[in-house]
T-cell receptor, first 110, second 110 residues
Framework: SQTIHQWPATLVQPVGSPLSLECTVE??????LYWYRQAAGRGLQLLFY??????ISSEVPQNLSASRPQDRQFILSSKKLLLSDSGFYLCAWRGVGELFFGEGSRLTVL | QKEVEQDPGPLSVPEGAIVSLNCTYSNSAFQYFMWYRQYSRKGPELLMY????GNKEDGRFTAQVDKSSKYISLFIRDSQPSDSATYLCAMRTSGSRLTFGEGTQLTVNP
């Protein structure tokens, strides 16, 4: 069966520091992968999606970037975090049916 | 105007009550309709998936789609405290990415 792993689960970072969130999917090959952000009390905002290695589409211009160095690995990064980057970040893959999400990474920027 | 509107709640009901969660949408091209359940500090999990109009039942859960009214519902019978979560509706056309509602927070009181 397919599983999706996301880490770290929680992190607190100072403004201006870098960020790296990782996501891996097991049990499938060449999945479509997604990064979403969920602000408190708000819906899901699609940040990036990828249909294959090295292929990244950005939905919203922002302080973040994404990379897909391997087939089942998706990374969300920032060189310098802003306060507004705080939120709950979710990685997802597109399976038969619909999107399946990881457990999320809660980022607090202070 | 948002493509998908969902009453944010919060909704609080006693154990055993029938719960009705609803979303309206404006894009008549939407064909695939989903409900996700999200427990606090966790990623959303796919709960129900329906195509086009009609009802789909799974245990205590019933998903209903009325395309003529652009309205979808999720009914929970005999609600349990373990049903306490945020419920997100989501929908898409045949070739598009998912559009999410902002979620309804539900609390079932013992």
């Amino acid at each position: 069966s397919q599983t999706i792993h996301q880490w770290p689960a929680t992190l607190v970072q100072p403004v201006g520091s870098p960020l790296s969130l990782e996501c891996t999917v097991e049990g499938t090959s060449n999945p479509n992968l997604y990064w979403y952000r969920q602000a408190a009390g708000r819906g899901l905002q699609l940040l990036f999606y990828s249909v294959g290695i090295g292929q990244i589409s950005s939905e919203v211009p922002q302080n973040l970037s994404a990379s897909r160095p391997q087939d089942r690995q998706f990374i969300l990064s920032s060189k310098k975090l802003l306060l507004s980057d705080s939120g709950f970040y979710l990685c997802a893959w597109r399976g038969v049916g619909e999107l399946f999400f990881g457990e999320g990474s809660r980022l607090t920027v202070l | 105007q948002k493509e998908v509107e969902q009453d944010p709640g919060p909704l609080s009901v006693p154990e055993g009550a029938i719960v009705s969660l609803n979303c309206t949408y404006s894009n008549s091209a939407f064909q695939y309709f989903m409900w996700y359940r999200q427990y606090s500090r966790k990623g959303p999990e796919l709960l129900m998936y329906t195509y086009s109009s009609g009802n789909k039942e799974d245990g205590r859960f019933t998903a209903q789609v009325d395309k003529s009214s652009k309205y979808i519902s999720l009914f929970i019978r005999d609600s349990q405290p373990s049903d306490s979560a945020t419920y997100l509706c989501a929908m898409r056309t045949s070739g598009s990415r998912l559009t999410f509602g902002e979620g309804t927070q539900l609390t079932v009181n013992p």
